[in-house]
């Protein structure tokens, strides 16, 4: 719909990304989501996390504890996954209104046909819509909001989410385009690494996440070093050897998604794991595997069980992160609101 249209030079390069607080990190959310942030905070370009709890919400509503404790565990997984406070924002949704505000606002932009269309929405909402919460369906308006509020031009996502940073640029375009302004970028989704989508470890056919019923097919950012171990160990493989080029891969989705997972730990291409481990036995290459996600994974999983042993410190740093998200956000809703003449 929005193929080939540009940012403006005006904006300059703002990062935006988000997480839902709904429980539970895996090796998925790190690869593609975690360590590609702490990466992207090098470059010089100013970056945007939030933890989504305004999000979290349209699934499950009335469970207070379990949010609370799931906001301050995402929040300490970005810090331990390097995500650095200072230089970054790290903030909780709910404690900048202009979300839910603008959010609110672009409920009014989008059309009842544009977020039918969204796929994640028939995944959520299943056979039985008329029972869905109103939030889950409008849940991209907020997602457009979002990225918006802080005139982002690049957001970083995995795949599943391109669909709805589509739909963010065509709320972006009609907003402008109805009021005559070019008020709001048009932002880029970010979709790249070797691991945009890691699958499971027991089916190589479907995504890695902490919504499957097998806790073996997925390693959790809090399993410890044994968990880690063992779950490599009986990941689903097939018989033959590694290929030592990619597409020895075909048709091999699990062979696929473990050299990914190793490349991605390692910092490496496909192609560079590959030409090392070509040959190998999984006998082999699995124990390799164990080692380096033991390596890198578990001064993670330390960390987050540092954090959570003092939630005041995590606390401390979601409102000083919702402080300086402000001093963005209240600029751009004023403005908005000017815009769509709102009196004040
Ligand atoms: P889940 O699918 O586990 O419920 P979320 O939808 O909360 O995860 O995703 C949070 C972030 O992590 C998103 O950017 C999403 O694209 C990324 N992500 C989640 N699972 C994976 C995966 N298996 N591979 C790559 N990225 C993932
Ligand atoms: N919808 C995203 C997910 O389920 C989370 C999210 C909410 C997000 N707002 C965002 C991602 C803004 C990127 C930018 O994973």
Same mark, same amino acid.
């Given at each position: ?154 957001? +970083? &996502?995995? @795949?599943?989410?391109?669909?709805? %940073?589509?739909?963010? *640029? /065509?709320?972006?375009? !009609? ?13 880029? +989704? &970010?979709? @790249?690494?070797?691991?945009?989508? %890691?699958?499971?470890? *027991? /089916?190589?056919?479907? !995504? ?137």
């Amino acid at each position: 719909m929005t193929e080939g249209v540009q940012t403006s030079p005006a904006f300059k390069p703002r990062v935006f990304s988000g997480i839902q607080p709904s429980g539970g990190l895996t090796l998925g959310n790190y690869l593609g989501a975690l360590k590609r942030f702490a990466d992207s905070q090098n470059n010089g370009v100013e970056s945007i996390f939030c933890m989504v709890d305004l999000h979290a919400i349209t699934n499950v509503l009335n469970d207070a504890q379990a949010l609370r404790h799931n906001t301050r565990e995402l929040c300490a997984g970005f810090i331990a996954s390097g995500v650095d406070p200072e230089k970054s924002i790290l903030f909780n949704q709910s404690q900048v209104p202009g979300h839910a505000e603008l959010g609110w606002i672009f409920n009014c932009v989008a059309r009842m046909g544009w977020m039918q269309r969204m796929t994640q929405w028939k995944d959520k909402a299943g056979k039985n819509t008329q029972n869905a919460s109103l939030g889950l369906f409008a849940y991209p308006a907020l997602m457009a909001a979002d990225i918006l509020l802080y005139h982002a031009t690049h957001v +970083p &996502v995995g @795949e599943d989410q391109k669909q709805h %940073v589509e739909l963010t *640029r /065509d709320i972006a375009l !009609k907003f402008n385009h109805d009021f005559g302004v070019d008020f709001f970028p048009i932002p880029e +989704p &970010v979709i @790249e690494g070797t691991a945009t989508r %890691v699958m499971s470890l *027991r /089916d190589g056919s479907k !995504k890695m996440s902490k919504s499957d019923p097998s806790d073996a097919s997925r390693i959790n950012l809090t399993d410890d070093a044994d968990a880690i171990a063992s779950k490599i160990r009986k990941a689903k493989t097939d018989p033959d050897a590694l290929p030592s080029e990619a597409e020895g891969l075909e048709g091999r989705p699990e062979a696929r998604n473990l050299v990914n997972i190793y490349a991605a730990l390692n910092d490496q291409t496909q192609a560079q794991v590959l030409s090392e481990v070509g040959g190998k036995q999984f006998s082999e290459f699995k124990p390799m595997l164990a080692e380096l996600a033991v390596a890198k994974l578990s001064p993670i999983s330390g960390e987050m069980s540092r954090l959570m042993q003092n939630p005041d410190e995590i606390d401390a740093i979601l409102r000083r992160g919702a402080e300086r998200a402000r001093e963005i956000a209240d600029p751009i809703m004023k403005r908005t609101l000017d815009i769509v003449g709102m009196v004040r």
